[in-house]
């Protein structure tokens, strides 16, 4: 269980930070946060992180759970990573898509 905890909170950690970017802001979102807005989703991102080392720590022992925090910042990063890389198809299946106007069927 503890493992599940602490990759979810790393995952979504990462999640925060790509999203306290302006750049990625507007490839996510359509638009530019508020620099205050911006400042605090950094601040919950490593937050999450910062939780997540310390559920690993108590929930698996402080040398073993280090490591395991670490595994799950990689793997954290790397989905992150993944769905920044392939964001125009998961966008695509998110928003829902207009009907195209066809003359031919006409109801």
Known sequence: MTHIIVAGLALAGFA??????????QDWLRRKLPARTSGRLRLAGFALLAGAFLA????LGWAYGTVAWFGWLSFGAAVTLAAQTNRE????RLRPTKPTA??????
């Open 16 to 25: 925060l930070l790509l999203l306290a970017m302006p750049r990625h802001q």
């Open 89 to 92: 198809v998961i966008l695509a």
């Open 56 to 59: 690993a720590g108590t929930g």
């Open 102 to 107: 066809n003359p031919d069927n006409r109801a």
